[in-house]
């Protein structure tokens, strides 16, 4: 079965403290990692998607990068706007479709 | 482009009345998903649309949820009758093939 496990649950951050945020996949034939951001009372917003291991992406202060069972979310001196869910979503190449599996988040909170 | 536009934004409903979210893609977007959001289960699927078409419904929980997408700017999902464990954030997502998900704002159901 198809599962996505994100680690940890909360990460609590000063300012310019740099982290990581792990996923974890299990996938029969992987399509595409995607990463979202969700603040509250919103919907996820869409940020990288990482095809093959090896494959990088950076955006501002985050840094996706993949491997054959997980990808990580770097952040380089976050801000306190950086506070929010990061969600990681895989896509299973046999689905003969667009389904996506999300996992259940990491909650990041940057203190000033 | 307003992005994806999901009514109402809070619905609060009784028990066993009918309930019906509507979503409006965006223009140009091939596919459309509905997710679930709850506390305890994360972001599920529930079904989904590619060009108008339900690809997969496997995650629509009970005969009492039903999904239709009648043309390309607009679908709905409908929940007849209504239960407090339906209670949850209904997000509608598009997305132009295997591009990443736009989702809407969702809607805030909750039925006493």
């Known amino acids: 079965e198809d599962q996505v496990t994100q680690s940890p649950e909360a990460l609590r951050l000063q300012e310019g403290e740099s982290s990581s945020l792990n996923c974890s996949y299990t996938?029969?034939?992987?399509?595409?990692l995607f990463w979202y951001r969700q603040d509250p009372g919103k919907g996820p917003e869409f940020l990288f998607t990482l095809y093959s291991a090896g494959e990088e992406k950076e955006k501002e202060r985050l840094k996706a990068t993949l491997t054959k069972k997980e990808s990580f979310l770097h952040i380089t001196a976050p801000k306190p706007e950086d506070s929010a869910t990061y969600l990681c979503?895989?896509?299973?190449?046999?689905?003969?479709?667009?389904?996506?599996?999300f996992g259940a988040g990491t909650r990041l909170f940057v203190k000033a | 482009d307003a992005g994806v536009i999901q009514s109402p934004r809070h619905e609060v409903t009784e028990m066993g009345q009918e309930v019906t979210l509507r979503c409006k893609p965006i223009?140009?977007?091939?596919?459309l998903f509905w997710y679930r959001q709850t506390m305890m289960r994360g972001l599920e699927l529930l079904i989904y649309f590619n060009n108008n078409v339900p690809i997969d419904d496997s995650g629509m929980p009970e005969d009492r949820f039903s999904a239709k997408m009648p043309n390309a700017s607009f679908s709905t999902l409908k929940i007849q009758p209504s239960e407090p464990r339906d209670s949850a954030v209904y997000f509608c997502a598009s997305s132009l093939s295997d591009y990443g998900y736009t989702f809407g704002s969702g809607t805030r159901l909750t039925v006493v």
């Open positions: 996938v029969s034939g992987l399509r595409g």
């Open positions: 223009s140009g977007h091939n596919s």
């Open positions: 979503a895989v896509q299973a190449a046999n689905t003969g479709g667009f389904k996506t599996i």
